[in-house]
């Protein structure tokens, strides 16, 4: 398996939301600024800090569609916060536009390029957009301040996984799954991959079918994704062990002292 099927792997998984990044969106959740609870606080609050923490409330419940428009009132009312086009940034990562994301994010760094921390959505949605050497550039300047994030780890195997790095992908990935073990599936399926473009083939079955088993039963593209991939692994092997039998038989009849084939 070269590594340019990890590289498409990582989008078509990217684009079936089986990343968390792009996770499937929850049914729609409350309104917030339509809840009781909600207006007995915003009413001490100014509109545009009722708006802000309706956004954030929003982000919270993961209803980014909600929280996306509320966002962009704030930000284009103050364009000079930093903070509120990084949350937009996410609210968009989220939403799985990363154009959108990248755009915003970019803004935030270019008015604040001393805070590391608006780094991070910049470099998501770069590796959503597959600019790969940005996406690695700018996680791994968040990393250095922030050394703990798990999803940044992430997002930084796979950046380095599609430029061919397999090396620091699997070093980046491991330390994914160290700091966040909920992250153990979708890290070990791409441990997985790294391991078949090295020719591991062994380690490289053992990950893929523990991330078929986690998804057995599930309308998931995913599913599907790694049972053609096992196949396709015990394919190569089979093949593989035709050739070297095929090799040997080839040198047995080339050996001295045995008669000649008619």
């Known amino acids: 398996m070269k590594t340019t099927r990890t590289r498409i792997t990582a989008a078509a998984l990217v684009l079936a939301g089986s990343l968390p990044a792009a996770a499937q969106q929850p049914a ?7 809840e009781p609870s909600f207006k007995a606080i915003a009413q001490d609050l100014s509109p545009a800090e009722g708006l802000q923490l309706a956004a954030h409330i929003n982000i919270v419940l993961r209803q980014y569609e ?3 428009p509320m966002l962009e009132v704030l930000a284009k009312a103050s364009p000079n916060r930093p903070e509120l086009w990084a949350a937009l940034a996410l609210a968009y990562n989220r939403a799985g536009e990363p154009r959108e994301a990248h755009d915003a994010a970019n803004i935030a ?13 910049r470099g998501v949605a770069a590796f959503f957009l597959g600019r790969y050497e940005e996406a690695i550039a700018d996680l791994s300047h968040y990393l250095k301040a922030f050394p703990q994030v798990a999803n940044a780890h992430f997002y930084l195997g796979l950046a380095q996984a599609a430029q061919g790095d397999t090396g620091a992908a699997r ?8 700091l966040n ?3 153990s599936v979708a890290t070990e399926y791409y441990l997985g991959l790294i391991a078949a473009d090295r020719g591991q083939v062994v380690v490289s079955r053992e990950l893929l079918a523990r991330t078929q088993r986690a998804f057995a039963g599930s309308d998931l593209p995913i599913s599907t994704l790694v049972t053609g991939q096992l196949q396709g692994i015990d394919s190569a092997v089979a093949q593989r062990m035709r050739a070297a039998m095929h090799e040997a038989d080839v040198r047995a009849a080339q050996a001295p002292g045995l008669p000649a084939s008619r």
């Open 109 to 121: 760094v270019t008015l604040a390029p001393h805070y590391p921390h608006f780094y991070v959505e």
């Open 181 to 183: 073990p909920a992250l």
């Open 28 to 34: 729609p959740g409350p309104d917030v600024l339509a």
């Open 171 to 178: 070093i980046s990935l491991l330390r994914a799954r160290a």
């Open 66 to 68: 909600r929280a996306i």
